[in-house]
């Protein structure tokens, strides 16, 4: 018998799911409420509030210039995550004046939450830099031409 972290091969008294929606006799569970059969499946029905709908709405409109901008998929999937790190990067640099604005917090408090946004902030832009060069390569190699170029520099430059 081979153990692995605890857990041996052995016999464990587990069931596979198929055998544990059938009883001792062999019947299926049919009328049980918490089995359900392929057939009986629904889809979860989500309903959103208005607020939530315009957020849903603003955030697919974000990007519609990108998604329709004709570029190559993976030109387009890096302009969106430029896009949402710098959206990042911004949040919180308002995060970072808001604490240093606040005149509540004690200095030892301010201190240790704006080393923390600082060091938020150094790995947001260490990410925006590491996906500038991707963008760069990722130009290359699709080969865009001087059109495309423009187009992605001034999608860049829109965010």
Same mark, same amino acid.
């Given at each position: 018998? =081979?153990?692995?972290?605890? %857990?041996?091969?052995?016999?464990?008294?587990?069931?596979?799911?198929?055998?544990?929606?059938?009883? /001792?006799?062999?019947?299926?569970?049919?009328? =049980?409420?918490? &089995?359900?059969?392929?057939?009986? *499946?629904?889809? !979860?029905? !989500?309903?959103?509030?208005? #607020?939530?709908?315009?957020?849903?709405?603003?955030?697919?409109? *974000?990007?519609?210039? %990108?998604?329709?901008?004709?570029?190559?998929?993976?030109?387009?999937? %890096?302009?969106?995550?430029?896009?949402?790190?710098?959206?990042? %990067?911004?949040?919180?640099? #308002?995060? +970072? @004046?808001? &604490?240093?604005?606040?005149?509540?917090? $004690?200095?030892?408090?301010?201190?240790?939450?704006?080393?923390?946004? @600082?060091?938020?902030?150094?790995?947001? /832009?260490?990410?925006?830099? $590491? #996906? /500038?060069? $991707? +963008? &760069?390569?990722?130009? *290359? @190699?699709?080969?865009?031409?001087?059109?495309? &170029?423009?187009? #992605?520099?001034?999608?860049?430059?829109?965010?």
């Amino acid at each position: 018998m =081979s153990s692995v972290g605890g %857990i041996t091969n052995g016999n464990n008294n587990l069931q596979l799911f198929s055998e544990s929606s059938k009883t /001792n006799d062999g019947d299926e569970l049919s009328d =049980s409420p918490l &089995v359900v059969g392929p057939a009986g *499946r629904e889809g !979860v029905k !989500v309903s959103l509030s208005g #607020a939530g709908l315009k957020k849903s709405s603003s955030v697919a409109g *974000r990007d519609s210039d %990108i998604d329709e901008s004709g570029l190559p998929q993976s030109v387009k999937q %890096i302009l969106k995550m430029i896009r949402k790190l710098q959206q990042q %990067i911004s949040e919180k640099l #308002a995060e +970072l @004046q808001a &604490v240093m604005a606040d005149k509540r917090l $004690s200095p030892e408090e301010a201190k240790v939450r704006i080393g923390s946004l @600082q060091s938020d902030l150094a790995m947001l /832009n260490g990410g925006l830099l $590491s #996906a /500038n060069a $991707s +963008l &760069v390569k990722a130009m *290359r @190699q699709e080969g865009l031409t001087p059109e495309q &170029v423009m187009k #992605a520099s001034a999608l860049l430059m829109k965010s």
